[in-house]
T-cell receptor
Framework: AQSVTQPDIHITVSEGASLELRCNYSYGATPYLFWYVQSPGQGLQLLLKYFSGDTLVQGIKGFEAEFKRSQSSFNLRKPSVHWSDAAEYFCAVGARTDKLIFGTGTRLQVFP | GAVVSQHPSWVICKSGTSVKIECRSLDFQATTMFWYRQFPKQSLMLMATSNEGSKATYEQGVEKDKFLINHASLTLSTLTVTSAHPEDSSFYIC???????????FGPGTRLTVL
């Protein structure tokens, strides 16, 4: 079955600290992987995506993610978190332009 | 860049009434659009795939007679929630594949509240 697991429902970090949000997936075909961010009451903004090639992808706002096929993971990282990064983060998998399967999300809280 | 809009951004209606939500691709054509529903503090769940010129494809458990989808043109898909009830209150988000065919572009969402 196709699925995406985000094990951490809620993460709290101090501003300036590093961040890693975990994402594991199960997908039959070659996965296309995405990370989205959603602020309260807002739509989704794409942070980064992975289709092929270099397994370390850079995104917007200083985020990066690493695809590890052997672990079926696509973890999101940021070396130094800003207060404005507080939001809900969703990992998703799909087949390019096909429907996406989303994880349950990780809510990030940032303390000053 | 590819932009997807939704209208209205929020709507409040009485139980038993119908509500129409529009999803438009503003600067590109989309033969396929996707409708998602997001309950508070939950993830997005795909409801249906909207296909221009043909019937929509609904996910398991989604009532097609309740959630009517019409893909009227290459830039417009509508979702009509018929006989809405409080349990239909949710955040409805649409998406469309961009021109380059390498990602989905999401609308800003429509918050539906049924009293």
């Amino acid at each position: 079955a196709q699925s995406v697991t985000q094990p951490d429902i809620h993460i709290t970090v101090s501003e300036g600290a590093s961040l890693e949000l975990r994402c594991n997936y199960s997908y039959g075909a070659t996965p296309y992987l995405f990370w989205y961010v959603q602020s309260p009451g807002q739509g989704l903004q794409l942070l980064l995506k992975y289709f092929s090639g270099d397994t370390l992808v850079q995104g917007i706002k200083g985020f990066e993610a690493e695809f590890k096929r052997s672990q079926s993971s696509f973890n999101l990282r940021k070396p130094s978190v800003h207060w404005s990064d507080a939001a809900e983060y969703f990992c998703a998998v799909g087949a390019r332009t096909d429907k996406l399967i989303f994880g349950t999300g990780t809510r990030l809280q940032v303390f000053p | 860049g590819a932009v997807v809009s939704q209208h209205p951004s929020w709507v409040i209606c009485k139980s038993g009434t119908s509500v129409k939500i529009e999803c438009r691709s503003l600067d590109f054509q989309a033969t396929t659009m996707f409708w998602y529903r997001q309950f508070p503090k939950q993830s997005l769940m795909l409801m249906a795939t909207s296909n221009e010129g043909s019937k929509a494809t609904y996910e398991q458990g989604v009532e097609k007679d309740k959630f009517l989808i019409n893909h009227a043109s290459l830039t417009l898909s509508t979702l009509t929630v018929t006989s809405a009830h409080p349990e239909d209150s949710s955040f409805y988000i649409c998406s469309a594949p961009g021109r380059a065919g390498n990602e989905q572009f999401f609308g800003p969402g429509t918050r539906l509240t049924v009293l």
